[in-house]
Nanobody, 127 residues
Framework: QGQLVESGGGLVQAGDSLRLSCAASGRTNSRYSTGWFRQAPGKERELVAAISWSGKTKSYWDSAQGRFTISRDNAKNTVDLQMNNLKPEDTAVYYC????????????????????WGQGTQVTVSS
């Protein structure tokens, strides 16, 4: 069974940057679509960004457009989320998730569609 481990979270000030990384291991399928989600206290888990297996197709949550960039390195089994110009409202636990796919170009926005989840990494942005 696949395992995902997030890293790179922390406490930063508004306007700072963070780079989150998701490392995958134990995968049994050859292709995975990956998403980064976040969940703030009292709120539902929401999509931040998603990337297809090929890396060519990307989807971003509206507020992430222009500030966050998702990328992947399949040789290293990692998917990164570069977050720039962070805002206090970005404070949340960030999770990465994988979905086994047959298509190299598809992304998914609904968290219920994903097969594997990491344990999450806390991002706190102070004003």
């Amino acid at each position: 069974q696949g395992q995902l481990v997030e890293s790179g979270g922390g406490l930063v000030q508004a306007g700072d940057s963070l780079r989150l990384s998701c490392a995958a291991s134990g995968r049994t399928n050859s292709r995975y679509s990956t998403g980064w989600f976040r969940q703030a206290p009292g709120k539902e888990r929401e999509l931040v960004a998603a990337i297809s297996w090929s890396g060519k197709t990307k989807s971003y949550w509206d507020s992430a457009q222009g500030r966050f960039t998702i990328s992947r390195d399949n040789a290293k089994n990692t998917v990164d989320l570069q977050m720039n110009n962070l805002k206090p409202e970005d404070t949340a636990v960030y999770y990465c998730a994988d979905k086994s796919v047959s298509s190299a170009e598809i992304t998914y926005v609904d968290p219920s569609q994903y097969d594997y989840w990491g344990q999450g990494t806390q991002v706190t942005v102070s004003s």
